[in-house]
């Protein structure tokens, strides 16, 4: 009698990674209110520094308009008086 030998057949294990958590409209809605958050406040910041910027150089050219030789009138609208 012939013996037949099955072949051998390896083994093989597939490494399977970790399947990431799924990506929800609430993650894409927070991830949007945050960048348009960032783009506002970049805006506002520039926005700041733009006019202070302006009013430093304005300041320094000497035409305040409000200074004491600029010609503005002061309406005296404050509570202070002066």
Known sequence: V???NE??????YEAVEN???PTTILDVLMGSLAIVGLIG???LIFGVTLAV????L???RGQDQIGPDGGG???GLNSGGK
């Open 58 to 60: 304005r300041k320094r």
């Open 2 to 4: 012939l013996l037949q």
């Open 41 to 43: 406040l970049a805006g």
């Open 7 to 12: 072949p051998l057949t390896p083994l093989i």
């Open 19 to 21: 399947t990431t958590t």
């Open 53 to 56: 910027g302006l009013l430093v």
């Open 73 to 75: 009138i002061r309406l």
